[in-house]
């Protein structure tokens, strides 16, 4: 009868071991291991980002170099240096909007005015944004106004599901499409933001928010249907001439002399 094989010492403790780091899931080995040293694309935003409310210039390539990471990696991630720009940018944008909308209590076209109004004022008041805005306030402007950032399309789509959320509860009648409306209230927004940037106007916020609610009011006046531009309008100094009647004559009874009599 064969002796039963001996098994080396330590053999056993080996094997569960390595049964236990086989079973073990990735969290713990991550926390095992530790965190991995790699760099991601919001390390290099959110380096951006600070940089950015700091003062300094965006320049993508540093930004790279202090990351060490490859400049092509580097703006294979954000594309490029005006995109990066837009995305720190409306991320600002948008915390502020949120933030007015969430203190705004009211409803229908009064809460959408307030909450454009808290916003400008707010926006206009931001340090890091008006340093950016006079330090080059044509490209300041081009880039948060139009496609070349991504802060307009954003900016209209906020305030189109802010309509759109007062008209879903009955609290808003739009005059207007939604699209349109929001639109429209972007624009205006960004003329009164800009308005020292672009045109040196001194302009009164207050302004802004009674120019968004007399916009979704609706109230004007009623147009002329089409083909009738001209009716009922008189020639200046001239007086309209009264309507005439044609008469119709009867036809003549001949008469008879009073010898046929």
């Not at 040293?37 to 380096?47: C, H, S, W």
């Not at 409310?53 to 202090?66: F, K, Q």
């Not at 944004?129 to 490209?139: A, N």
């Not at 006046?221 to 001239?238: C, E, I, L, S, V």
């Amino acid at each position: 009868m064969a002796a039963p094989s001996k098994t080396p010492a330590g053999t056993k403790t080996r094997t569960t071991a390595d049964a236990a780091a086989h079973n073990a899931t990735r969290l713990a080995q991550a926390l095992r291991e530790g965190a991995p040293a790699r760099v991601t694309p919001l390390d290099l935003y959110q380096l951006a980002r600070r940089d950015w409310l700091a003062g300094e210039r965006i320049d993508v390539g540093a930004l790279a170099a202090r990351l060490n990471i490859g400049r092509a990696t580097a703006f294979r991630w954000v594309g490029s240096r005006d995109l990066l720009l837009g995305e720190i940018l409306w991320s600002l944008c948008d915390e502020l909007m949120q933030d007015t909308a969430a203190r705004q209590r009211g409803r229908g076209a009064q809460r959408v005015a307030a909450i454009c109004e808290s916003a400008i004022r707010a926006l206009v008041a931001f340090e890091p944004l008006r340093r950016f805005v006079r330090s080059d306030p044509e490209y300041a402007v081009r880039l948060l106004t139009s496609k070349l950032g991504p802060v307009q399309a954003r900016a209209i789509e906020r305030v189109r599901d802010l309509l759109q959320f007062e008209t879903d509860r009955g609290a808003l009648s739009p005059p207007l499409a939604v699209d349109t409306l929001a639109y429209l209230i972007v624009r205006l927004c960004e003329s009164f933001i800009y308005a020292e940037a672009t045109s040196d106007q001194q302009v009164d916020v207050a302004d802004a928010g009674l120019a968004i609610e007399l916009l979704l009011s609706g109230k004007v006046m009623p147009r002329r249907a089409p083909g009738m531009k001209n009716a009922g309008k008189t020639t200046p100094g001239t007086a309209a001439k009264p309507k005439t009647t044609a008469r119709t004559s009867s036809p003549a009874t001949p008469r008879t002399s009073r010898s046929q009599r």
